[in-house]
Nanobody, 123 residues
Framework: QVQLVESGGGLVQAGGSLRLSCAAS????????MGWFRQAPGKEREFVAV????????FYANSVTGRFTISRDNANNTLYLQMNSLKPEDTAVYYC????????????????WGQGTQVTVSS
């Protein structure tokens, strides 16, 4: 079992930055690929970024490439999402997710999900 708890969301002006964290329980965090997803009101959940178990391989949605950075600290069981140059369209609830499969972590078919953290970007 893996439990995930996101934090770091909030209200920020357009052009600003936030760093989201996802704290994971369990001793096998480093065995899981990890992803960030988001869901805006009235829209389907969408992929944001994914990290391999080691952090050596990452992949981003086109909409956030060059602005967001996913990273992980396996020693401290924590996943991060650094978000820069935020836009109003980035407003959503952000979720972290974990799966042993990198493909699942990329496509959202993950075994474990956090409860989400709200990010609101004002114009």
């Amino acid at each position: 079992q893996v439990q995930l708890v996101e934090s770091g969301g909030g209200l920020v002006q357009a052009g600003g930055s936030l760093r989201l964290s996802c704290a994971a329980s369990g001793r096998t965090f480093s065995s899981y690929a990890m992803g960030w997803f988001r869901q805006a009101p009235g829209k389907e959940r969408e992929f944001v970024a994914v990290s391999s178990w080691s952090g050596g391989a990452t992949f981003y949605a086109n909409s956030v490439t060059g602005r967001f950075t996913i990273s992980r600290d396996n020693a401290n069981n924590t996943l991060y999402l650094q978000m820069n140059s935020l836009k109003p369209e980035d407003t959503a609830v952000y979720y972290c997710a974990a799966d042993r499969s990198s493909i699942a972590a990329r496509t959202g078919r993950c075994d474990y999900w956090g409860q989400g953290t709200q990010v609101t970007v004002s114009s």
